[in-house]
């Protein structure tokens, strides 16, 4: 059997064609902050500013040099925060070294309501509360979240892993899932055996970077997978998920790439959306 594959191309270009008219109605505006020349953070912020271009969002890359200092990024984010033309800004990680350890500071930094990345503990506190509190939520788990319904997976009562417990990713996707009357078991680098959770579940979500970390000799068939790694290797891309063995046993399965890649960016623009409309709401 080979399963349906969860194409999130496709699903992201469909979201982005239903906001198109709401962008050309708000006219909101994202500020893409960049400090250096990380290769990896310059492709993503490419695919962001296609992503805008396709819905006509306006759009700023403010990119800054590698030597740019603590107070100076503040200074711009206090500026981002004051500056009522911009709907919405994210500062991209990882930052250069000297910057990596005041990341928690940088995003405390960020006002609530511009913040798009939904990295803010307002916003991430928020969805702890219930789905109409996932008012900006991480773009990621949000965009898994959307893929999964637009192919009618259900949530409620089923086993759900994931794998990888970061703030950005694993510990909000487990709590959209709970949100959602799923029964969540969350994994990370500590637990003891993994294959016993990921056997056993009827939705696997995985966000290490660890490519093929998941082997089809640990899922049960039938599984919904999601793989949401994404590691540079010489054969290109590669997700965490043995790709062509677990689709062997799996119902469905989304590629890397081509999966949750677009759905993220396309989550982005929907927060900016969402963004310009509370803020209209408030004016
Ligand atoms: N680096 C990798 N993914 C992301 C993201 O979604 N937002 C930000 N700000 N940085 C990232």
Not at 216 to 245: H, P, R, S, W
């Amino acid at each position: 059997m080979s399963a349906l594959l969860l194409d999130g191309r496709l699903v992201a270009a469909e979201l982005l064609t239903s906001l198109q008219k709401d962008v050309a109605d708000l006219d909101p505006k994202l500020v893409v902050v960049q400090v250096g020349e990380d290769p990896a953070s310059s492709s993503y912020i490419r695919q962001k500013i296609k992503s805008c271009d396709a819905v006509k969002m306006r759009h700023q890359h403010l990119h800054l040099p590698e030597e740019t200092n603590l107070d100076d990024l503040m200074t711009i984010i206090n500026d981002l925060n004051n500056d009522d033309d911009v709907t919405g800004f994210i500062v991209q990680l990882p930052l250069p070294k000297h910057l990596n350890e005041f990341v928690p500071q940088i995003i405390r930094q960020i006002d609530p309501k511009k913040d798009v990345d939904g990295f803010s503990a307002y916003n991430i506190g928020k969805m702890f509360l219930s789905t109409e509190f996932e008012h900006l939520p991480p773009a990621t788990p949000s965009g898994v979240i959307t893929l999964l319904e637009h192919y009618d997976i259900p949530f409620e009562g089923k086993n759900v892993t994931v794998v990888g417990h970061s703030n950005t990713v694993g510990k909000p996707l487990t709590t959209m899932f709970l949100n959602r009357n799923a029964t969540v078991t969350t994994c990370n680098v500590y637990t003891k055996d993994l294959a016993h959770h990921t056997k056993d579940a009827d939705i696997l979500c995985v966000a290490v970077g660890k490519p093929n970390l998941i082997t089809a000799d640990m899922v049960k068939d039938g599984v919904v997978v999601v793989d949401i790694g994404i590691t540079k290797t010489e054969n290109g891309l590669c997700g965490d998920v043995d790709f062509e063995a677990v689709k062997e046993k799996a119902y469905a399965i989304s590629p890397v790439p081509g999966g949750v890649g677009p759905m993220t960016v396309a989550s982005l623009i929907r927060n900016c959306v969402r963004a310009k409309k509370r803020q209209l709401e408030l004016s």
